[in-house]
């Protein structure tokens, strides 16, 4: 049961920053692709209507940390408190700006919550990524499974690494997303950094998997996961060049999940990581909850989960349609 609770736990990563990802993406990039005041809105209006769905997969995933690895909620949030505090602020800036750039027609007022949600959408996958990465490198952790070091023990040169690389491949998500969601100016903008990103994912992505099987020291051969994240994101390169708009953001998605991915094959059956000696590590086995709430915590996630990814994803087919330049009359028209 715990290996299972393991593997939703990192499925749940995952999805969150697959979907999250393109969402953080747009925020970042809304502001170049959309050169004024419709063309930023539009932008924005891409995911307006999914972004506060995606960011339920980040608080299931806590959620069901604390419930199946109580251990691992405790050390974790006590050690990466003030990281976990400033993603909540930067989540919350950003959720914030979506609601409230509307409110007023100042150009001041809309450029002060743009610049809100360009900043929380960075910050958000930069900690993040340094989070994951840290679980992996290590951390100052006692014998009693707590926390002690300071809050630059959080900061490595390999979860600097990983915090880029995710804004990254955020980016890329972004970019794509757009290209596929608009029309004329803004797609043809949006397609252009995509350009862009895409070999600078390629070189990030490589390195940070080669890293990460190195400090997992599960021998020579690289995994099928890391395998994955390789091929996918030299694939992105290739289709980008191609102009398969469709085929790119699945590569990037398949990108961005195997990479996350790799963080937890690499880390199993550990959880985190101590650099005062591998007697301190956190394993699913010495942080789980007791086996009766793991089955029926179990029963219920075979039950609603299934419900929740089926109502999510019609969501996604409802807003499937590209968005264009508002008419005269109205706002913003699916481009059909």
């Not at 650099?275 to 029963?299: C, E, R």
Request: aromatic share 12%.
């Amino acid at each position: 049961m715990t290996t299972f609770w393991f593997i939703v736990l990192a499925f749940l990563w995952v999805g969150f920053l697959v979907l999250e990802g393109f969402d953080f993406g747009v925020g970042m990039l809304h502001g170049i692709v959309g050169r004024d005041e419709v063309g930023r809105g539009l932008a924005i209006g891409t995911i307006g209507p999914v972004w506060d769905g995606n960011e339920v997969w980040l608080i299931t995933a806590g959620a069901i940390t604390f419930a199946a690895f109580p251990g691992w909620y405790a050390t974790m949030f006590s050690g990466l408190y003030l990281a976990l505090v400033l993603l909540l602020a930067a989540l919350i800036l950003r959720g914030v700006s979506f609601e409230f750039r509307e409110h007023r027609a100042s150009a001041r007022w809309r450029r002060g919550w743009s610049a809100a949600l360009i900043g929380g959408s960075l910050v958000a996958p930069l900690l993040v990524g340094v989070a994951l990465a840290d679980l992996l490198h290590g951390l100052p952790i006692g014998p009693d499974q707590e926390y002690v070091g300071d809050f630059w023990d959080l900061l490595s040169g390999y979860s600097v690494l990983a915090g880029v690389t995710l804004v990254v491949i955020c980016l890329l998500l972004g970019a794509t997303f757009l290209a596929l969601k608009t029309v004329d100016d803004i797609h043809d903008r949006a397609w252009g950094l995509a350009r862009w990103f895409a070999p600078a994912s390629a070189v990030l992505v490589i390195t940070l998997i080669i890293w990460t099987h190195v400090l997992g020291k599960h021998g020579v051969l690289l995994s099928v996961v890391e395998l994955a994240g390789i091929v996918a994101v030299l694939a992105v390169v290739w289709l980008v060049s191609e102009k398969r708009e469709g085929w790119t953001f699945t590569a990037a998605a398949v990108t961005m999940a195997a990479t996350v991915f790799c963080f937890f094959t690499n880390l199993y059956p550990r959880v985190m990581v101590s650099t005062l000696g591998p007697a301190n590590d956190l394993t699913i086995h010495n942080v789980s909850s007791a086996p009766y709430a793991l089955k029926v915590m179990t029963v219920i996630t075979v039950v609603l989960l299934p419900a929740v990814i089926a109502y999510q994803a019609y969501t996604y087919w409802v807003f499937r349609h590209r968005l264009r330049r508002p008419t005269p009359a109205g706002a913003a028209q699916p481009a059909r």
